[in-house]
């Protein structure tokens, strides 16, 4: 088990690598200069280094003194197309571009955690995978490292996985939060294209209009949400963009409707989705137009393991002290692609809160805001969190 204190003689160089990051902010899959930041990093260390092929991750084997399992710790280390506003002294160099939801600390905690880990090395009953991920933010990236292999990378599938998010708002500095079950949303994206016939407004038995069809989709989808979902295990429906028609005295031909949908299990994932579809056909059957419905998921439930979730607030509070680790009342409606490795094996995400000291949480920029701040010493935090979680998973394996 690592504390705070131990986190101390690495943070200069932590916090220093951290703001790098963040002054030199990169998108998407593509990260080359944040992986040689990452790799120069972890130079020295006694790590099995892979670099990945469909995108610039890094996946680095610490191997243990003593035999075991193998756990995985992941960090994310994307930026977002967000012009920077935080008026930070480490504040992003390229214009357009910043860490807005603290991936520059995820990335530094975790080699942070390498360097706590690899200093307990000979104690290790078992093996550690660092996952150092590209395009957390709608990428998909760590579907495309499980792809490669990342949850293989020692040798034999990890047991456990864990992640840690910092928290812009809410939580103050320090504070752990997660919960059994389901933690984030399941996000998916429905472009609905409905076709008819155009023709002259003042002629309508001439035409086919798609307009009707669609004003009657948009109430319509909205019962799917009040009679077939259960208020106990919610979902949203929200149709953001509608599209039709160019003048008051034209049919159009064709319009669209996009819809963001978000569900917290996979069950109500399921029915909605099919509800969706079911609504949508059956309206446009009774308006005679066509329907074309392009259904994306994005990212699934992220859904921590309850013995998981329950072993990593145990951890937390016997690093940082019972009154710092709460268990999260609620699951968030954000997304994570961290759930495609919660849907593989068993493991936990947990919240970090790095609001700076001072600014008041509630109402504190959240995290994608240009405004975001995240305090420096959140990196030392999550570090100590990753090392802690790895360390007590592989102890109690060996138990
Ligand atoms: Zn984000
Ligand atoms: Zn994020």
Do not use: W
């Not at 020295?44 to 075991?68: F, H, M, N, Q």
């Not at 012009?83 to 080699?111: F, K, Q, W």
């Not at 599209?243 to 949908?261: F, K, R």
Request: hydrophobic fraction near 45%.
């Amino acid at each position: 088990m690592f504390s705070s204190l131990d986190a101390l003689p690495l943070a200069e160089r932590l916090i220093s690598l951290r703001h790098a990051l963040h002054r030199e902010p990169e998108l998407g899959l593509d990260l080359p200069r944040t992986q040689a930041k990452v790799l120069a990093a972890l130079d020295g260390l006694p790590l099995e280094i892979g670099i990945g092929t469909s995108l610039t991750s890094v996946v680095a084997v610490l191997r243990g003194g003593r035999p075991g399992p193998a756990v995985l710790l992941r960090g994310d280390m994307d930026a977002l197309p967000v012009r920077e506003e935080s008026g930070m002294p480490y504040a992003s160099e390229i214009a357009g571009r910043m860490h807005a939801c603290g991936h520059d600390i995820h990335t530094a905690g975790l080699v942070g955690a390498a360097h706590l880990l690899a200093g307990r090395r000979a104690e290790l009953a078992g093996d550690v995978v660092f996952m150092f991920q590209p395009g957390e933010e709608g990428q998909g990236g760590a579907k495309l490292m499980i792809d490669e292999g990342v949850l293989d990378a020692a040798g034999e599938r990890v047991v456990a996985a864990y992640a840690v998010h910092v928290a812009a708002t809410a939580l103050p500095l320090g504070l752990v939060a997660t919960r059994p079950g389901t933690v984030l949303a399941a996000s998916d994206t429905v472009t609905v294209t409905v076709t008819g016939r155009g023709g002259h407004g003042s002629s309508p038995h001439l035409a086919v209009d798609p307009v009707p069809a669609l004003a009657e989709m948009v109430t319509a989808l909205q019962t799917v949400v009040t009679r077939t979902i259960d208020a106990f295990d919610p979902a949203v429906v929200t149709v953001g963009s509608i599209h039709a028609g160019s003048a008051a005295n034209v049919i159009p031909e064709n319009g669209t409707l996009q819809v963001t949908v978000r569900s917290f299990s996979t069950a109500t994932h399921r029915t909605v989705r099919a509800g969706i579809e079911r609504v949508l056909r059956g309206i446009a059957d009774a308006h005679g137009v066509r329907v074309d419905i392009d259904y994306q998921e994005n990212y699934p439930v992220t859904a921590n393991d309850s013995v998981e979730a329950d072993f990593a607030l145990r951890v937390a509070r016997e690093s940082f002290g019972e009154q710092r680790v709460f268990v999260a009342p609620r699951p968030m409606a954000g997304s994570e692609d961290f759930s495609f490795v919660l849907d593989e094996v068993p493991g936990a995400y947990l919240m970090l809160g790095a609001v700076p000291p001072g600014v008041e949480p509630a109402t504190a920029p959240m995290n994608h805001s240009p405004q975001a701040v995240f305090d420096d010493r959140a990196v030392g935090e999550a570090a100590v969190l990753l090392a802690s979680l790895a360390a007590a998973r592989l102890r109690e394996a060996a138990q």
